[in-house]
């Protein structure tokens, strides 16, 4: 079935449901318009951060300044 086709079904259903049961179905449709929108705005977000360098400081390898002698109180 075509985009179209569903769409055409769809409505025809939605002519033959009385006024709350219609409301629900509004309710509904744009409940799964904004949980689609947040997925590609979470997924877009997340490709633009793994491109991003802000974080490259933490990949740098860097030498310990403290070791286990500086330690004054040792947990028991």
Do not use: Q, T
């Given at each position: 079935m075509t985009r179209e086709e569903l769409i055409k079904k769809t409505i025809l259903y939605l002519n033959k449901l009385p006024g709350e049961k219609l409301v629900e179905v509004h309710d509904f449709a744009e409940y799964l318009l904004a949980r689609s929108e947040n997925y590609f705005l979470?997924?877009?977000?997340?490709?633009?951060?793994?491109?991003?360098?802000s974080l490259s400081f933490l990949e740098n390898e860097e030498e310990d300044i403290y070791s286990v002698s500086d330690v004054k109180e040792k947990y028991k």
């Open positions: 979470e997924e877009n977000i997340k490709v633009l951060s793994e491109k991003s360098e």
